[in-house]
């Protein structure tokens, strides 16, 4: 049974960075790919990227892509999420899970997905 662990929120200024971790009990590999959600106060849940745990590739929202990016260390079985320049509009918690490839390269959820756990938080206020 896998086990995914989200770390490294904080609060933060305009233009800072933080970057966030996906700890898995389970060799990363073992799955097709880690993707990143969160969600804001009253908004929907939305994808924000996605790492292919094959060749490598990674998928963006519009709203991150340049600033935002994903990479894994297979030894840790862990995936990280690098934010920079953050905006206030990138307040929210923070989850991962393992998609399959569809979920992964347009960035949704499948009809049953299941229950999120809390995830880690990011404020950014000035």
């Known amino acids: 049974q896998v086990q995914l662990v989200e770390s490294g929120g904080g609060s933060v200024q305009p233009g800072e960075s933080l970057t966030l971790s996906c700890a898995s009990s389970?060799?990363?590999?073992?799955?097709?790919?880690t993707a990143w959600f969160r969600q804001a106060p009253g908004k929907e849940r939305e994808g924000v990227g996605c790492?292919?745990?094959?060749?490598?590739?990674?998928y963006y929202a519009d709203v991150v892509k340049d600033r935002f990016t994903i990479s894994r260390d297979n030894e840790k079985n862990t995936v990280y999420l690098q934010m920079n320049s953050l905006r206030p509009e990138d307040a929210a918690d923070y989850h991962c899970?393992?998609?399959?490839?569809?979920?992964?390269?347009?960035?949704?959820?499948?009809?049953?997905?299941?229950?999120w756990g809390p995830g880690t938080q990011v404020t950014v206020s000035s």
């Open positions: 790492i292919m745990h094959g060749d490598g590739g990674t």
């Open positions: 389970d060799n990363t590999r073992e799955y097709y790919a």
């Open positions: 899970w393992n998609p399959p490839v569809y979920h992964c390269t347009h960035l949704s959820l499948p009809e049953s997905y299941g229950s």
